[in-house]
């Protein structure tokens, strides 16, 4: 049984189909990729997974049950854990604050209180590398900061799943590499499944996913290896029009 | 211990400082207790606005309910004696909470421009029914000074009315700090602020927003119902539809969180005593001028301070040994 299923799922927005009969599987501690260019649906097939929208035909599994009803915060008690493409810090609130609600109210909700949330939300800090900024106003961290405190606290909810949208958008590579490497290294040792997606940072999905989904205007064009699917002439079209990859 | 200790600190100074200000002179008992009822108004307030950032403009509706609550336990309770009072604050409990409840359960699943605008009939509504179908006396309110002196004796009512119902506003007060420290230290605090920070990633992160809200909604009106059952009935022994449902108070508590910062603890305890103090004054130095005065200095510490008072400073002492004690 996957962790994640998609049947047939879509979204529209008045005349504008943004997610067209998607169909996917996602395994137990899969790392999978999800490309496409601007505008092909990529947030708008989180949002639906998250909850935030809701299918308007089309039915999402997650770990056994249906999920296409249920509410944001009971799809991230049950273990889906995401960040946002513009990161959306709690901006009053210290770092650590922010990565403690995740530790509250995630997979261990309930289960849990203040002080080991906020040991929790210590480890997570300082596991993408902000611990020196723990106590500074998210407000106040930099853009890329900002993605990283994102990650932790999505980290800190203990997902059994993670979706990340466009995380090393804007990094340098320096800071790509870093924090591919530590998504992988977490992802393993939390048997983790992560869904990834990005628009254009390709080096990035290829060290980072096994399995690879394309879209374009809303459907899914392509699922695959990842280095396969890249290979494809039509996932080229995709990208760069008419013109085949560069340097053919 | 200490993160609830620590905090609590600078509000015992404040009210101490208050309280024997008060007895120090029978002529500074009034003001102090007209101080205090803004103080206690604000902390009350902030309970909802301060933790959610939730605007209710039918707040006053609760310290009504809180004050009829009190005096229909006068008017049908007689007999009890001395316990009529503690049946009062239960009964004042009980109606704010309920109508809470009612009014949380539909609106809070609105978003918070959306909320604000459907609490606005809520108070009106409720003075309507009460005068239009002349429940608990209609317009002509419900009067409880003669039922008072019958149980009390006019001795005893007197002191309860001009002390005994001030210093229960000063404790009622008191309490909502203590509760304040607790919630913000809590999972309850942590929900609340990611609620009123960002609500939809507060909800992909697990937190059931609704039930949040609603919890610090209630417990914002109890304390609304608690102040106008002791700082109206009990202090004034009437209850008039027009004077509980007055918006003017609704206006005066958001202007009080705001003004000493919304979701600290101490702001809304600054926020009173400043807005209480210049209310007082004014209107003894230029009568019916007061709000002429008091509405552009308001506009002048909000815009000097955009946080409020007591949110600048906690910023200010960010990273300072001062910081475990003003949150
Ligand atoms: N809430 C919304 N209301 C209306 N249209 C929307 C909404 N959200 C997304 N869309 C539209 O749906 C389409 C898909 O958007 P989506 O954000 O999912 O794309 P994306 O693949 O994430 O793009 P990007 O690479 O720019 O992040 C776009 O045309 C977008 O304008
Ligand atoms: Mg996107």
Redesign the interface.
């Known amino acids: 049984m996957p962790l994640l299923e998609l049947d047939g799922v879509s979204k529209r927005f008045g005349g504008l189909i943004a997610v067209n009969d998607v169909s996917l599987k996602i395994e137990k501690g899969e790392s999978f990729g999800i490309v496409g260019p601007n505008g092909s649906g990529k947030t708008t097939l989180f949002n639906l997974i998250s909850g935030i929208y809701r299918p308007d035909s089309g039915r999402i599994f997650f770990d056994g049950q249906e999920i296409t009803e249920l509410p944001p915060y009971r799809r991230a008690q049950l273990g889906i854990g995401r960040s946002f493409q513009i990161p959306r810090p709690f901006k009053g609130a210290t770092v650590r604050e922010n990565v403690a609600v995740g530790a509250l109210f995630g997979t261990l909700s309930g289960k849990i209180d203040v002080d080991s949330a906020l040991e929790i939300a210590d480890h997570y800090i300082e596991v993408v590398g902000l611990h020196e900024k723990r106590n500074d106003e998210a407000e106040r961290l930099t853009a890329v900061e900002k993605k990283l405190l994102e990650l932790a606290r999505a980290l800190a909810m203990k997902p059994k799943l993670l979706l990340l949208d466009e995380v090393v958008a804007g990094m340098n590579p320096k800071d790509v590499d870093r924090v591919v490497d530590l998504i992988k290294r977490v992802k393993e040792e939390e048997e983790i499944a992560v869904v990834a997606m990005v628009e254009h940072v390709i080096p990035a999905v290829m060290k980072f996913a096994e399995r690879i989904m394309v879209m374009h205007e809303g459907r899914k064009m392509v699922e695959g290896p990842t280095l396969e699917v890249l290979m494809m002439d039509e996932v080229a079209m995709v990208y760069f029009g008419e013109s085949k990859l560069p340097g053919e | 211990m200490r993160r609830y200790v620590r905090p609590m600190i600078p509000v015992i100074i404040l009210y101490l400082t208050l309280l024997l200000v008060g007895l120090s002179s029978e002529s500074r008992w009034q003001p102090v207790a007209f101080i205090m009822f803004y103080i206690a108004l604000g902390q009350a307030l902030n309970m909802f606005l301060g933790m959610t950032g939730y605007v209710d403009f039918g707040y006053v509706a609760f310290l009504a309910l809180g004050s009829y609550g009190m005096a229909l336990a006068f008017s049908s309770f007689s007999s009890l004696g001395l316990w009529v009072i503690l049946l009062g604050f239960v009964l004042a409990i009980i109606m704010s909470s309920l109508l809470s409840l009612a009014v949380g359960a539909i609106a809070l699943r609105l978003r918070g421009a959306y909320f604000a605008i459907a609490t606005i009939g809520v108070n009106e509504g409720f003075r309507y029914l009460v005068e239009g179908v002349r429940l608990w006396g209609g317009s002509e309110g419900i009067i409880i000074s003669s039922t008072m002196k019958d149980i009390f004796g006019s001795d005893l009512s007197n002191y309860i009315s001009t002390f005994v119902a001030d210093i229960m506003v000063f404790v009622i007060g008191f309490i909502a700090a203590f509760l304040t420290v607790y919630i913000i ?3 309850i605090g ?2 609340l ?2 609620v009123r ?2 609500e ?10 609704t039930k949040y809200k609603i919890m610090a909604f209630a417990m914002s009106a109890i304390f609304a119902g608690l102040i106008g059952a002791s700082a109206w009935t009990l202090k004034l022994t009437y209850v008039f539809p027009e004077d509980v449902f007055n918006i003017t108070y609704t206006v005066e508590a958001i202007a009080i969180v705001m003004l000493g910062g919304a979701g600290t603890l101490t702001g809304p305890i600054m926020g009173g005593l400043i807005y209480g103090f210049l209310r007082y004054y004014l209107s003894t130095v230029l009568p019916g001028f007061q709000l002429l005065v008091v509405a552009p200095l308001l506009v002048l510490i909000v815009t000097i301070f955009p946080e409020g008072v007591m949110g600048y400073v906690k910023r200010k002492v ?2 300072t040994r001062f910081e475990k004690y003003i949150i």
Request: overall charge neutral.
């Open positions: 230290n809590s999972r942590y929900a602020m990611a920070e960002d939809d990633a507060a909800r992909v992160m697990g937190v059931f927003a960010r990273n």
